[in-house]
């Protein structure tokens, strides 16, 4: 019987671009080029015979046929990439070492790490020591969580990365300054900042179209937990990252008086060389990963920057 269904990689292609609607994404998500991704839709296209895909200047969307495709598709390959997981002994394979950055592993990733560790009981995880200047040459290292320390700042070029969370500031302090409500009255009370990015005030500020006095006066802190310890403790109004007060927010240690966000457009990145193969354990916390950072900054992703 001749075999008439397209590759699974020619089927993990397609459903990487449905999924992000665009070459570029999927290509980041599944770590091979862009032109590998062309041409496995390519192939697929030719060998069913329709166009999956309809293309324009502003990226792709599915056509009839490339829904339908999808509909039919997305589940069983699934199914076979789990089945693959399981039954896969080497332990190499199983076993998943990562770099994460201190603050954000602590303040949002070790949180979010019982539901992965339940959900994939088969893979072991182990961390190794962040290096703020890592080269991401390290042979034992398969993934990184990454801060991008500069909005225009470009990653190596043996490096896949891939935006999570962390673009996102925000104005926060202890819940007695609940009633403020413009920003200029936030703005009146002391003021906190990580000591590496004091210009983050006045980002929020011009975001909500309110001024930072030119003489303004605050304190700095160098570590993330320290500076939001002090909000809770009430010394005044931080500038932080929404990801590392999601848990504050939520249990109401915080309060976030003006609703309202800036852009830094720098953050945490999900990074791999490009030259790593196969490995399921890190394929499958990947997509994990980002599911967490696409619940958590829904919005910031939508209309995240393209990757260095």
């Known amino acids: ?11 993990h292609a397609f ?13 980041e998500r599944m770590f ?3 032109a590998a991704v062309s041409r496995a839709v390519m192939r697929l296209e030719e060998q069913l015979g329709v166009d999956v895909f309809a293309r324009s200047g502003t990226g792709v969307r599915l056509t009839p046929a490339g829904d339908e495709l ?33 603050s954000l592993g602590n303040l949002w990733l070790m949180p979010r790490l ?38 225009r700042q470009g990653w190596p070029r043996q ?10 500031i925000v104005a926060v302090g202890a819940p007695r300054l609940a009633h403020l409500r413009a920003a200029r009255e936030l703005l009146a009370q002391p003021l906190l900042y990580h000591s590496s990015y004091p210009e983050n005030w006045a980002l929020w500020a011009r975001a909500l ?10 304190t700095g802190f160098d570590l993330v937990v320290n500076l939001i310890e002090a909000a809770r403790g009430g010394m005044g109004v931080a500038v932080v990252q929404k990801c590392m007060v999601e848990a504050d927010l939520a249990a109401g240690r915080l309060v ?31 997509q994990w990963l980002l599911a967490q950072a696409a619940a958590s900054e829904p919005a910031s992703r939508a209309a995240r920057p393209a990757t260095g």
């Open 70 to 102: 999808r509909r039919l598709v997305a589940q069983p390959v699934a199914a076979l990439e789990q089945a693959a997981t399981r039954l896969q002994r080497s332990p190499d394979r199983l076993r998943l070492r990562l770099s994460v950055v201190t």
């Open 15 to 27: 459903l990487a671009v449905a999924d992000t609607g665009s070459f570029r994404k999927a290509a």
């Open 114 to 151: 019982e539901d992965f560790r339940a959900r994939h009981p088969e893979i072991e995880l182990e961390f190794r020591p962040y290096q703020r200047e890592d080269d991401f040459l390290r042979e034992d290292v398969d993934l990184w969580i990454a801060l991008k320390r500069q909005a």
């Open 159 to 168: 490096v896949a990365a891939e935006y999570l969370v962390g673009r996102e």
């Open 209 to 218: 179209g309110a001024e930072l006095p030119p003489d303004w006066r605050g």
């Open 32 to 34: 091979v080029t862009q």
């Open 256 to 286: 976030m008086p003006v609703p309202g966000a800036a852009s830094t457009g720098r953050g945490y990145y999900l990074c791999r060389r490009r030259a790593m193969g196969a490995h399921p354990a890190a394929e499958r916390f990947a």
């Open 1 to 11: 019987m001749p075999i008439r269904s397209p590759s699974l990689v020619e089927l």
